[in-house]
């Protein structure tokens, strides 16, 4: 099947699952799957929609399914309003959590800011240490000049006029300030290489507080792949344990101490910049982590996507991989990306449970954190409902152990296909394509032309 829309081709062979597009400059790209973190903004947004229709038409979930907003605002469980009133007497007045019990795209936007900040700092330091390194030859020039006037006043009683002493330092370069997402009245006008050099410059940046006049005016979504949105303190912690603890017996097992955790949990909430060393203990770091995510207003699956995520157990087999990824594709893009981050950690955790022998034939113990105790111990912080009253949750023992089996053996195949799970596959990418052509398509030709850049 040939279509033709704005001088742009679709060649589409449904036989062999063949989606291959025409720019408007000739080149042909051969869609084909994708990481949907290396999708547009725009393309990511549509990708949202095309998932939530997927979802209506072709899965019978029994359930009514509604697209997760972004930093919603959540009633506060009595445990956690007593923590927080507890917490209170020992906060300092101008503390303002940055990490802990916040939604967490304003987690992300705080480790923006405070990056922003650090970049601006050395930013500062640098130029004040160029400025120093240009005045220090002036200075031994200076310095010899005396030295060498001292000699000649012996011999000499004739004064000299004074030079100048002030330095001819060039002003300093004005400083490369990052673009914003481009205007698509000028893409068409790019040619090969300046879209690839415009695509190096325009890594969008995830949303940050502005103001009602920034907010309207800044409407458009970004033509690039948009910033990783994953909370500092989630990627400091997977990396500390896929570094050092790997090999360490029940990683999220074992008992913690509970001063080093708070420790570390009030170091994150103040924006300290934390580095974790080697002689963090595995324990408190894993703590760490599992606190972080139990403290969230808002599960990494959120409220809206419960049932839904529990419900795809009901289909067959094979509808049940490709229902979790269209979910998956529903979620806010800083829930996406951190999920991925959170079960590519877990598999490689699970991939080193079991004992095995290194390349000198001794015997390594396995750290025994097989996906299924890994969906035991994270599954009920990632995927949970809110309950109504305190009452309702004492109750009904009997269906919240079915609710729980089933929330783990949710996970444990999140765990065990995350990365099927995040790659977008090409007929998913048609119907986004289509969906821009029939409002934007130069945007579609820029797109194309950016994919055909990173095939080849």
Same mark, same amino acid.
């Given at each position: 099947?040939?279509l033709?829309?704005?001088a742009?081709f &679709?060649?589409h062979?449904?036989?062999?699952?063949?989606f291959?597009w025409? +720019?408007?400059?000739?080149?042909?790209?051969?869609?084909?799957s994708?990481?949907?973190?290396?999708?547009?903004e725009l393309e990511?947004a549509r990708?949202q929609?095309?998932a939530?229709?997927?979802l209506q038409?072709?899965?019978d979930?029994?359930?009514?399914?509604? =697209?997760?907003?972004?930093?919603q605002?959540?009633?506060k469980s009595?445990r956690?309003?007593?923590?927080s009133?507890?917490k209170?007497?020992n906060r %300092?007045?101008e503390?303002?959590?940055?990490?802990?019990?916040?939604?967490?795209s304003?987690v992300?936007?705080?480790?923006?800011a405070?990056?922003?900040k650090? %970049?601006s700092? !050395?930013?500062e330091?640098?130029?004040?240490?160029?400025f120093v390194a240009? &005045?220090?030859p002036?200075g031994t020039k200076?310095q010899?000049?005396?030295?060498?006037?001292s000699?000649s006043s012996?011999?000499?009683?004739?004064?000299?006029?004074?030079?100048?002493?002030? @330095?001819n330092?060039?002003?300093?370069?004005?400083r490369?300030r !990052?673009?914003?997402?481009?205007s698509v009245d000028?893409?068409? %006008?790019?040619d090969d290489?300046q879209?690839?050099l415009?695509e190096?410059l325009q890594l969008?940046l995830p949303a940050e507080a502005?103001?009602?006049?920034e907010?309207?005016?800044?409407?458009?979504?970004?033509?690039?792949?948009?910033y990783r949105?994953?909370p !500092?303190?989630v990627d400091?912690?997977?990396q $500390?344990?896929e570094k050092h603890g790997l090999?360490?017996?029940?990683?999220?097992?074992v008992?913690?101490s509970?001063k !080093?955790?708070?420790q570390l949990r009030?170091?994150?909430d103040?924006?300290?910049?934390v580095?974790?060393?080697?002689?963090h203990?595995i $324990? %408190?770091?894993?703590?760490l982590?599992k606190?972080f995510l139990?403290d969230?207003?808002?599960p990494l699956?959120?409220k809206?996507?419960?049932?839904?995520?529990?419900?795809?157990?009901?289909l067959?087999?094979?509808e049940?991989?490709s229902?979790?990824?269209?979910l998956?594709?529903?979620l806010?893009?800083?829930?996406?990306d951190?999920?991925h981050?959170l079960?590519?950690?877990?598999?490689?955790v699970?991939?080193h449970?079991?004992?095995s022998?290194d390349k000198?034939?001794q015997?390594?113990?396995g750290?025994?954190m097989t996906s299924l105790n890994l969906?035991?111990?994270?599954?009920p912080?990632?995927? $949970?409902?809110?309950?109504?009253?305190?009452?309702e949750?004492t109750v009904?023992?009997?269906a919240r152990?079915?609710? +729980?089996?089933? =929330?783990?053996?949710v996970?444990?195949?999140m765990?065990?296909?995350?990365?099927?799970l995040?790659?977008?596959? @090409?007929? &998913?990418?048609?119907?986004?394509l289509?969906?821009l052509l029939e409002?934007?398509p130069?945007?579609v030709d820029?797109l194309?032309r950016?994919?055909a850049?990173q +095939?080849?």
């Amino acid at each position: 099947m040939v279509l033709f829309l704005n001088a742009v081709f &679709l060649v589409h062979n449904s036989t062999f699952g063949d989606f291959t597009w025409n +720019s408007m400059s000739g080149r042909s790209v051969r869609l084909k799957s994708v990481p949907v973190q290396s999708l547009s903004e725009l393309e990511r947004a549509r990708l949202q929609e095309v998932a939530f229709y997927q979802l209506q038409q072709d899965c019978d979930l029994g359930c009514q399914i509604t =697209i997760p907003k972004d930093g919603q605002k959540r009633k506060k469980s009595l445990r956690k309003k007593l923590d927080s009133l507890g917490k209170e007497k020992n906060r %300092d007045k101008e503390f303002v959590p940055q990490a802990f019990g916040m939604p967490l795209s304003q987690v992300i936007a705080n480790d923006r800011a405070y990056k922003l900040k650090q %970049d601006s700092q !050395r930013e500062e330091q640098k130029d004040v240490s160029d400025f120093v390194a240009s &005045l220090l030859p002036f200075g031994t020039k200076r310095q010899n000049k005396e030295l060498s006037s001292s000699n000649s006043s012996l011999s000499s009683t004739s004064e000299t006029p004074n030079e100048s002493t002030s @330095p001819n330092t060039p002003e300093p370069a004005p400083r490369a300030r !990052r673009r914003g997402a481009m205007s698509v009245d000028s893409i068409t %006008d790019l040619d090969d290489n300046q879209s690839r050099l415009l695509e190096a410059l325009q890594l969008s940046l995830p949303a940050e507080a502005q103001s009602k006049k920034e907010k309207a005016r800044d409407k458009k979504l970004s033509l690039n792949p948009i910033y990783r949105q994953v909370p !500092r303190l989630v990627d400091s912690c997977c990396q $500390h344990v896929e570094k050092h603890g790997l090999q360490t017996v029940g990683i999220f097992r074992v008992g913690s101490s509970k001063k !080093r955790v708070r420790q570390l949990r009030e170091e994150f909430d103040r924006g300290v910049d934390v580095v974790l060393e080697e002689e963090h203990s595995i $324990h %408190d770091v894993a703590a760490l982590l599992k606190e972080f995510l139990r403290d969230m207003p808002d599960p990494l699956l959120t409220k809206e996507l419960y049932t839904a995520f529990i419900n795809t157990l009901l289909l067959e087999p094979d509808e049940q991989l490709s229902t979790l990824q269209l979910l998956i594709y529903l979620l806010p893009p800083c829930n996406c990306d951190t999920l991925h981050r959170l079960l590519q950690f877990l598999f490689t955790v699970a991939s080193h449970a079991e004992d095995s022998t290194d390349k000198d034939g001794q015997e390594v113990i396995g750290n025994k954190m097989t996906s299924l105790n890994l969906a035991t111990i994270f599954g009920p912080n990632l995927l $949970h409902k809110q309950k109504s009253t305190d009452k309702e949750f004492t109750v009904q023992s009997s269906a919240r152990a079915e609710e +729980s089996t089933a =929330i783990i053996a949710v996970v444990q195949k999140m765990i065990e296909n995350y990365e099927t799970l995040f790659m977008v596959p @090409p007929d &998913l990418q048609n119907e986004v394509l289509i969906s821009l052509l029939e409002t934007d398509p130069d945007v579609v030709d820029y797109l194309l032309r950016r994919k055909a850049s990173q +095939s080849s």
